[in-house]
């Protein structure tokens, strides 16, 4: 016995020895060999690199990356990509050689060597695969779901090229969430129901698909059809780049979901999973049987019932297996036939495919709708797949495990006692003003939420896991609160249906009676919990940079940030930016990163009901995971997400990284009534107020639209502190296909709209009257049109591949403006807190009367800053009188100009409050890299405004020396030029060291030698990677000294 199962052995691997050769032949022509065991991870696509479209062509080495990166960008058509073949010869695809042959019979025998010639190339399927075994499992998990989102059938069961274990990938399918329309009828009444759940939760009747020996019909074609007859979901041999050799795709079984639209055109009234195994069943015993326990109907196709032995015995088990069951055979010639325990056969021969495909629809349909049929079993459920004993499960693995124990108790601690995780995400207030306030009370009740939520569990457990579980941490913890807020929200619309029918019948009645309002009511209460459908990874990691005083969060952040993690910076609820949490955060990813220069791309978009908004173009043009709520809702606040530059784009961008800064879309219809039009433009003026380049994504081409951003550009026209140059590009999707010469019509509309808004806002202080006054705007370049996102109709429809290449155009357009723009870190953080603060300002004067704003203005260059501060909140303080306050301030006003008519001297009582003047000249020696604007500007927020003018007019001269030599010589240079000794005006002598040192000794010179005209001397230290003035105490001390000298030439 035991001889006879060592020859089975033998037989065996010597069977498997010219496949394995193939499948190891087939990885070196992908230049794959080496990543079975070095896999490719998810950050090895994540960077801002070069557009790629359906033109390109590529060499067979470079076929793996170009399927993942057209993948990335929704192309469905990354499995059609041409291919020229790598030796230097023949790179054109479309060209064939031409031979000369006079011989008709030579010619006709040629054409055998011609076909053997195509079956080397490389199988699509072949590519889908290789590259799947050679990812990781996160990078797995990242092209299951854009498969998904590209219609394509997914990777259920998966045989290990090398080991031939059969894995199911369980992990890659847990980011995928199936929505679809249930109808039904109810009092006569249809109603649609909208169903959504992550499909390893959803509970669907299951139809496998088999078959025996070899066939003509394609097995995965005659699926399509089922399914959706304008998609391949299932590739199959009469797809565009198919081969008859493929080497691994036998014994793969793959699983796709038909959803219904809720329409009477639908195929199936419910949702249904449908899955395809690959090969020869009898060849794959253990797949086999694992689909036929799991599957409601199983379906086998079959060249006739009497081809062998081994066939005919299957087929005579499963005829006694309880379960469902439909035979097509192909060289057999009849219609339905039924026979009892719910089995059917139909014969193909002489009949198309479509009659084929609706008598197969027929017989599901009658078999699903049964009363003894699966609907009364167990449904099949992802999740089950868990349990199958003889295959490896990936979530199996220790790692895995780990971090998905980890995440489950943080879910824990939020759903005890129903939690609503809507509510985690505090900060609430009606202005900012209140928020100050209540400052302390604030940041304490953070402080307990911090404690409760993520101080004691959050951190703790994610600082205490290895690298490789924090991934998984990170990424279950994204999982699981996905599902609690997809489950919510579609109870939540449940509810809402049913309330909405009650309703409107009565409605319609005008019935005003107490069960009206009552339903009314309920059915406002409802739609205030939609809310925490929305509540992602994001948000914790924004609470953890609000409370960054009172622990070390910003560390943790920074590492997320830089992993390519969104991070929430401004809350939608609040419209508050936790400037000192933000700051604190990118200053440790300056640590950790350098400060690097960055192009900043905002990215806002205006109200629509369409599908395919702002969230699904960052997606697919930068390959972000952009910030969606459960059930395709779209955030309510403002996230940053840092995108790496590839190192090929690096010396035409200009940067090193792209740091994308994105919102909801403006005036979305699910935000409370009341509060709408001010908290989208507050967010969209801060956007692109910040942005190098400011998307502005518009559905449709109706420019009645953008009178939403009339309220952004009069804000951007008063925020005269800050230093704006924004680029503003306007994005219309879902365009269709039109003549340039209407495009141009279009593009002269848009500006003539965009120039009038400038006017109708214009402040009186401005001479705005175009739209280019306020922001770079180029009518020509600067606005782009895309085409529709969906080829079809919801939910089967996949993506549209037009729609991909547009973005690819708009992608270089944004290449090629970065490389005159971008901003190291720190002055990103520097032009956060300058842009949040004149925000700010604005937005609280625009609740002032006019009188009082022009009071304000008159007393501002009057008085020191700090007093000048009280009395502008003072006046926006509804506790405080403030008639008498301003009438106080118009007083000032009036006793202030009419005592410098007079020119009366200032008494030293005043000088704590009275801002004065000093006319200042500069001189500069040499390169300070900006040092010596920093130390003008900190000297003028004092309580005194430095002028600078010419040199007749100044009250004082200050001179930058930068030493570049020797002291002595540099010192003598500054003082001996013609502006400085040729008259008896004061000097201030800045003497300015380039070093990073701050503890460098300057030394000291003698008072005398530097002439009487001296009246002060300080040592500043400076150097151009630290933005010019280094933050030391000497620096600070020195701008002091300077402060008060220059006090006394006021």
Same mark, same amino acid.
């Given at each position: 016995m035991s001889g006879k199962r060592s020859v089975e052995f033998l037989d065996e691997i010597t069977s498997k020895r010219p496949c394995q050769r193939q499948t190891e032949k087939l990885f070196a022509r992908l230049h794959l060999q080496d990543k079975l065991t070095q896999k490719l991870s998810p950050k090895e696509f994540l960077h801002f690199c070069p557009s790629v479209t359906q033109h390109h062509v590529t060499s067979e080495k470079n076929l793996a990356y170009m399927f993942l990166h057209r993948l990335m960008m929704l192309d469905y058509r990354a499995r059609y990509i041409s291919v020229r073949p790598d030796s230097p010869e023949g790179t054109d695809p479309k060209s064939s050689p031409v031979t000369d042959i006079s011989d008709w019979d030579t010619f006709l025998s040629t054409i055998v060597d011609t076909h053997q010639k195509e079956q080397t190339r490389v199988h699509p399927m072949d590519v889908q695969m290789a590259v799947f075994h050679c990812s990781d499992s996160f990078l797995k998990q990242m092209i299951v779901t854009k498969l998904s989102q590209c219609q394509y059938a997914l990777?259920?069961?998966?045989?290990?090229?090398?080991?031939?274990?059969?894995?199911?990938?369980?992990?890659?399918?847990?980011?995928?969430?199936?929505?679809?329309?249930?109808?039904?009828?109810?009092?006569?009444?249809?109603?649609?129901?909208?169903?959504?759940?992550?499909?390893?939760?959803?509970?669907?009747?299951?139809?496998?698909?088999?078959?025996?020996?070899?066939?003509?019909?394609?097995?995965?074609?005659?699926?399509?059809?089922?399914?959706?007859?304008?998609?391949?979901?299932?590739?199959?041999?009469?797809?565009?780049g198919s081969t008859r050799s493929r080497h691994l795709m036998d014994g793969v079984a793959e699983i796709a979901w038909y959803c219904p639209a809720g329409k009477p055109t639908d195929a199936f009234s419910d949702c249904i999973a449908f899955c395809n195994l690959h090969g020869d069943a009898l060849q794959v015993k253990k797949q086999r049987d694992i689909l036929i326990e799991k599957s409601s109907i199983n379906v086998f196709l079959v060249e006739s019932f009497q081809k062998d032995e081994e066939s005919r015995s299957l087929l005579l088990d499963l005829l006694e297996s309880h379960k469902p069951l439909i035979f097509i055979i192909e060289d057999y010639s009849c219609d339905i036939v039924r026979a009892k325990k719910r089995k059917y056969k139909m014969g193909l021969k002489g009949r198309n495919q479509p009659d084929v495909?609706?008598?197969?629809?027929?017989?599901?349909?009658?078999?699903?709708?049964?009363?003894?049929?699966?609907?009364?079993?167990?449904?099949?459920?992802?999740?089950?797949?868990?349990?199958?004993s003889g295959i490896t499960v990936d979530e199996h693995g220790e790692a895995c495990k780990r971090g998905r124990f980890a995440a489950s108790e943080i879910m824990e601690l939020i759903t005890k006692e129903n939690t609503d995780i809507s509510k985690i995400n505090h900060l609430r207030g009606d202005s900012e003003n209140e928020k100050s306030e209540n400052q302390q009370e604030t940041i304490e009740e953070s402080q307990k939420q911090c404690g409760a939520f993520y101080s004691k569990l959050f951190i703790k457990t994610h600082s205490a896991l290895a690298p490789i579980e924090r991934e998984y941490f990170l990424k279950w913890t994204q999982i699981l609160l996905d599902d609690h807020s997809t489950e919510n929200?579609?109870?939540?619309?449940?509810?809402?249906?049913?309330?909405?029918?009650?309703?409107?019948?009565?409605?319609?009645?005008?019935?005003?009676?107490?069960?009206?309002?009552?339903?009314q009511t309920e059915m406002e209460d409802i739609s205030k919990k939609l809310p925490s459908g929305s509540f992602r990874l994001e948000h914790m990691f924004r609470e953890m940079v609000h409370i960054c005083d009172c622990c070390e969060y910003p560390d943790l952040t920074a590492e997320l940030m830089i992993s390519g993690h969104p991070v929430k910076l401004i809350d939608g609820d609040a419209g508050h930016l936790?400037?000192?949490?933000?700051?604190?955060?990118?200053?440790?990813?300056?640590?950790?990163?350098?400060?690097?220069?960055?192009?900043?791309?905002?990215?806002?978009?205006?109200?629509?009901?369409? $599908?395919?908004?702002?969230?699904?173009?960052?997606?697919?043009?930068?390959?972000?995971?952009?910030?969606?709520?459960?059930? @395709?809702?779209?955030?309510?606040?403002?996230?940053?997400?840092?995108?790496?530059?590839?190192?090929?784009?690096?010396?035409?961008?200009?940067?090193?990284?792209?740091?994308?800064?994105?919102?909801?879309?403006?005036?979305?219809?699910?935000?409370?009534?009341?509060?709408?039009?001010?908290?989208?433009?507050?967010?969209?003026?801060?956007?692109?107020?910040? @942005?190098?380049?400011?998307?502005?994504?518009?559905?449709?081409?109706?420019?009645? $639209?953008?009178?939403?951003?009339?309220?952004?550009?009069?804000?951007?026209?008063?925020?005269?502190?800050?230093?704006?140059?924004?680029?503003?590009?306007?994005?219309?999707?879902?365009?269709?296909?039109?003549?340039?010469?209407?495009?141009?019509?279009?593009?002269?509309?848009?500006?003539?709209?965009?120039?009038?808004?400038?006017?109708?806002?214009?402040?009186?202080?401005?001479?705005? /009257?175009?739209?280019?006054?306020?922001?770079?705007?180029?009518?020509?370049?600067?606005?782009?049109?895309?085409?529709?996102?969906?080829?079809?109709?919801?939910?089967?429809?996949?993506?549209?591949?037009?729609?991909?290449?547009?973005?690819?155009?708009?992608?270089?357009?944004?290449?090629?403006?970065?490389?005159?723009?971008?901003?190291?870190?720190?002055?990103?953080?520097?032009?956060?807190?300058?842009?949040?603060?004149?925000?700010?300002?604005?937005?609280?004067?625009?609740?002032?009367?006019?009188?009082?704003?022009?009071?304000? /203005?008159?007393?501002?260059?009057?008085?020191?800053?700090?007093?000048?501060?009280?009395?502008?909140?003072?006046?926006?303080?509804?506790?405080?009188?403030?008639? /008498?306050?301003?009438?106080?301030?118009?007083?000032?006003?009036?006793?202030?100009?009419?005592?410098?008519?007079?020119?009366?001297?200032?008494?030293?009582?005043?000088?704590?409050?009275?801002?004065?003047?000093?006319?200042?000249?500069?001189?500069?020696? @040499?390169?300070?890299?900006?040092?010596?604007?920093?130390?003008?500007?900190?000297?003028?927020?004092?309580?005194m405004e430095v002028q600078l003018t010419s040199l007749e007019e100044c009250d004082i001269i200050i001179v930058f020396c930068p030493i570049t030599s020797r002291i002595a010589s540099d010192l003598a240079a500054a003082l001996t030029r013609e502006e400085v000794s040729s008259n008896d005006k004061p000097v201030i002598l800045v003497l300015m060291h380039h070093t990073r040192d701050v503890k460098y000794s300057t030394g000291r010179r003698n008072r005398a030698e530097l002439g009487p005209n001296v009246k002060l001397q300080v040592d500043v230290l400076?150097?151009?990677?630290?933005?010019?003035?280094?933050?030391?105490?000497?620096?600070?001390?020195?701008?002091?000294?300077?402060?008060?000298?220059?006090?006394?030439?006021?």
């Amino acid at each position: 016995m035991s001889g006879k199962r060592s020859v089975e052995f033998l037989d065996e691997i010597t069977s498997k020895r010219p496949c394995q050769r193939q499948t190891e032949k087939l990885f070196a022509r992908l230049h794959l060999q080496d990543k079975l065991t070095q896999k490719l991870s998810p950050k090895e696509f994540l960077h801002f690199c070069p557009s790629v479209t359906q033109h390109h062509v590529t060499s067979e080495k470079n076929l793996a990356y170009m399927f993942l990166h057209r993948l990335m960008m929704l192309d469905y058509r990354a499995r059609y990509i041409s291919v020229r073949p790598d030796s230097p010869e023949g790179t054109d695809p479309k060209s064939s050689p031409v031979t000369d042959i006079s011989d008709w019979d030579t010619f006709l025998s040629t054409i055998v060597d011609t076909h053997q010639k195509e079956q080397t190339r490389v199988h699509p399927m072949d590519v889908q695969m290789a590259v799947f075994h050679c990812s990781d499992s996160f990078l797995k998990q990242m092209i299951v779901t854009k498969l998904s989102q590209c219609q394509y059938a997914l990777p259920l069961l998966v045989p290990d090229p090398v080991t031939k274990d059969i894995e199911c990938p369980l992990w890659t399918f847990r980011q995928i969430t199936k929505t679809w329309m249930v109808s039904q009828i109810k009092d006569g009444a249809c109603i649609i129901t909208v169903k959504s759940s992550p499909v390893c939760k959803a509970q669907t009747p299951l139809v496998s698909f088999f078959r025996l020996g070899s066939l003509s019909l394609s097995k995965s074609q005659l699926m399509n059809a089922l399914i959706n007859d304008c998609h391949n979901t299932f590739f199959h041999r009469n797809c565009l780049g198919s081969t008859r050799s493929r080497h691994l795709m036998d014994g793969v079984a793959e699983i796709a979901w038909y959803c219904p639209a809720g329409k009477p055109t639908d195929a199936f009234s419910d949702c249904i999973a449908f899955c395809n195994l690959h090969g020869d069943a009898l060849q794959v015993k253990k797949q086999r049987d694992i689909l036929i326990e799991k599957s409601s109907i199983n379906v086998f196709l079959v060249e006739s019932f009497q081809k062998d032995e081994e066939s005919r015995s299957l087929l005579l088990d499963l005829l006694e297996s309880h379960k469902p069951l439909i035979f097509i055979i192909e060289d057999y010639s009849c219609d339905i036939v039924r026979a009892k325990k719910r089995k059917y056969k139909m014969g193909l021969k002489g009949r198309n495919q479509p009659d084929v495909s609706e008598q197969l629809k027929t017989i599901i349909r009658e078999v699903l709708s049964s009363a003894d049929g699966p609907s009364s079993q167990p449904l099949f459920q992802l999740e089950s797949m868990d349990s199958i004993s003889g295959i490896t499960v990936d979530e199996h693995g220790e790692a895995c495990k780990r971090g998905r124990f980890a995440a489950s108790e943080i879910m824990e601690l939020i759903t005890k006692e129903n939690t609503d995780i809507s509510k985690i995400n505090h900060l609430r207030g009606d202005s900012e003003n209140e928020k100050s306030e209540n400052q302390q009370e604030t940041i304490e009740e953070s402080q307990k939420q911090c404690g409760a939520f993520y101080s004691k569990l959050f951190i703790k457990t994610h600082s205490a896991l290895a690298p490789i579980e924090r991934e998984y941490f990170l990424k279950w913890t994204q999982i699981l609160l996905d599902d609690h807020s997809t489950e919510n929200f579609s109870s939540v619309l449940h509810s809402l249906g049913e309330n909405c029918f009650e309703v409107l019948p009565i409605g319609n009645k005008h019935d005003k009676s107490d069960i009206a309002f009552k339903n009314q009511t309920e059915m406002e209460d409802i739609s205030k919990k939609l809310p925490s459908g929305s509540f992602r990874l994001e948000h914790m990691f924004r609470e953890m940079v609000h409370i960054c005083d009172c622990c070390e969060y910003p560390d943790l952040t920074a590492e997320l940030m830089i992993s390519g993690h969104p991070v929430k910076l401004i809350d939608g609820d609040a419209g508050h930016l936790p400037l000192k949490g933000i700051s604190s955060l990118l200053e440790n990813v300056i640590q950790k990163l350098g400060d690097k220069r960055v192009f900043v791309l905002s990215v806002l978009g205006l109200e629509s009901p369409e $599908r395919g908004g702002r969230p699904t173009m960052l997606n697919t043009m930068l390959g972000l995971q952009s910030a969606v709520g459960a059930a @395709g809702r779209c955030t309510k606040s403002a996230f940053m997400q840092l995108l790496q530059v590839s190192e090929v784009m690096k010396k035409d961008f200009g940067t090193d990284y792209v740091l994308v800064v994105y919102t909801e879309e403006l005036q979305g219809l699910e935000l409370e009534d009341g509060t709408t039009p001010q908290h989208g433009n507050k967010l969209a003026t801060f956007l692109v107020s910040l @942005g190098n380049m400011t998307l502005i994504n518009i559905i449709g081409a109706d420019l009645l $639209r953008i009178q939403v951003i009339l309220q952004i550009v009069q804000t951007m026209m008063r925020m005269k502190k800050v230093q704006l140059s924004p680029r503003c590009l306007f994005v219309h999707q879902n365009v269709t296909d039109v003549p340039a010469e209407k495009k141009m019509d279009e593009r002269k509309l848009l500006q003539k709209k965009l120039d009038q808004i400038t006017k109708l806002v214009k402040a009186k202080e401005f001479e705005s /009257e175009c739209f280019t006054d306020v922001t770079q705007f180029d009518i020509q370049i600067d606005v782009k049109y895309c085409e529709h996102l969906w080829e079809g109709t919801l939910p089967m429809s996949p993506p549209n591949p037009g729609y991909s290449e547009s973005l690819q155009d708009l992608k270089n357009n944004i290449c090629k403006a970065s490389k005159s723009a971008g901003i190291t870190l720190s002055q990103l953080i520097m032009k956060i807190k300058d842009v949040w603060n004149a925000l700010l300002n604005e937005s609280d004067k625009s609740e002032m009367p006019e009188e009082v704003i022009e009071v304000l /203005e008159k007393l501002r260059p009057m008085v020191a800053e700090e007093c000048f501060q009280y009395a502008e909140d003072s006046l926006k303080k509804k506790s405080v009188n403030q008639n /008498e306050l301003m009438k106080l301030c118009s007083h000032f006003v009036e006793q202030f100009e009419q005592a410098h008519k007079g020119k009366s001297q200032k008494s030293s009582s005043s000088r704590s409050w009275i801002r004065s003047t000093v006319r200042v000249y500069t001189v500069c020696t @040499g390169r300070t890299f900006g040092a010596d604007a920093s130390i003008l500007e900190q000297v003028n927020q004092k309580s005194m405004e430095v002028q600078l003018t010419s040199l007749e007019e100044c009250d004082i001269i200050i001179v930058f020396c930068p030493i570049t030599s020797r002291i002595a010589s540099d010192l003598a240079a500054a003082l001996t030029r013609e502006e400085v000794s040729s008259n008896d005006k004061p000097v201030i002598l800045v003497l300015m060291h380039h070093t990073r040192d701050v503890k460098y000794s300057t030394g000291r010179r003698n008072r005398a030698e530097l002439g009487p005209n001296v009246k002060l001397q300080v040592d500043v230290l400076f150097h151009d990677t630290q933005n010019g003035l280094l933050q030391c105490d000497r620096n600070k001390q020195s701008v002091e000294e300077i402060h008060n000298e220059l006090y006394e030439h006021t």
